[in-house]
């Protein structure tokens, strides 16, 4: 998985609390991404970074926040979880923006009950 | 609205087999073409990338195709694994390097 970790891999909330997903890469890409995948749809951006402190949304970024203080680290929060936000969320990473390859992360699986 | 829709939704074949995925897109224009294979509980993986100026592209066994007059685009597998048993995944960058995803074909490989 190109040098891409995500934490946690699974995780099990209930409506109304708090998340915060972890993405670190180890390959000193400057752009990183965060997806959610789910059933009978292609993957949707939810919000994606350019740089250190630089970040901006995507198609699907209402209820998501995100922050970048490091290169290596991006964290998507949910600050208060729905049962819509049930899903599967990827971390993707790239050298150019969109235009090159993205590598993407083993993903997070997360329920919302 | 920018759209890539892929057929079939899945699919089942015989080991050994040979097979080829569909997808159609309004984007346009656009700057290129992706197919992307992500196997159970993975992220996906680029299988190949293509220009609109590029008509055919091979990486082992598989080998997209793509016609930008019609707006179509293939992936071919020859002689099909059971390791090949993934969802395939089309993807197309539009001039403004937005991503728009399909939402994929599942291929399934039978021994």
């Known amino acids: 998985?190109?040098?891409?970790?995500?934490?946690?891999?699974?995780k099990v909330t209930e409506t109304g609390t708090p998340v915060t997903l972890r993405c670190h890469q180890t390959?000193?890409?400057r752009y990183m991404y965060?997806?959610?995948?789910?059933?009978?749809?292609g993957l949707r951006l939810i919000h994606y970074s350019y740089g250190v402190k630089d970040?901006?949304?995507?198609?699907?970024?209402?209820?998501?926040?995100?922050?970048?203080?490091?290169?290596?680290?991006?964290?998507?929060?949910?600050?208060?979880?729905?049962?819509?936000?049930?899903?599967?969320?990827?971390?993707?990473?790239?050298?150019?923006?969109?235009?090159?390859?993205?590598?993407?992360?083993?993903?997070?699986?997360?329920?919302?009950? | 609205k920018n759209?890539?829709?892929?057929?079939?939704?899945?699919?089942?074949?015989?080991?050994?087999?040979?097979?080829?995925?569909?997808?159609?897109?309004?984007?346009?224009?656009?700057?290129?073409?992706?197919?992307?294979k992500q196997d159970t509980g993975r992220g996906p993986v680029s299988l190949t990338i293509m220009t609109f100026s590029e008509n055919t592209k091979s990486n082992g066994r598989y080998t997209a195709t793509l016609d930008a007059d019609t707006k179509q685009s293939s992936l071919h597998i020859?002689?099909?694994?059971?390791s090949d048993s993934a969802s395939y995944i089309c993807v197309v960058l539009d001039s403004n390097y937005q991503l728009i995803w399909g939402a994929g074909t599942k291929l399934i490989i039978k021994p």
Do not use: M
């Open chain 1, 1 to 10: 998985d190109a040098g891409i970790t995500q934490s946690p891999r699974h």
């Open chain 1, 27 to 29: 390959e000193n890409h």
């Open chain 1, 34 to 41: 965060w997806y959610r995948q789910d059933p009978g749809h």
């Open chain 1, 55 to 113: 970040t901006d949304k995507g198609e699907v970024s209402d209820g998501y926040s995100v922050s970048r203080s490091k290169t290596e680290d991006f964290l998507l929060t949910l600050e208060s979880a729905t049962s819509s936000q049930t899903s599967v969320y990827f971390c993707a990473i790239s050298e150019s923006e969109s235009v090159g390859e993205q590598y993407f992360g083993p993903g997070t699986r997360l329920t919302v009950t």
């Open chain 2, 3 to 36: 759209q890539v829709e892929q057929s079939p939704q899945s699919l089942i074949i015989l080991e050994g087999k040979n097979c080829t995925l569909q997808c159609n897109y309004t984007v346009s224009p656009f700057s290129n073409l992706r197919w992307y």
């Open chain 2, 78 to 82: 020859t002689a099909s694994q059971l």
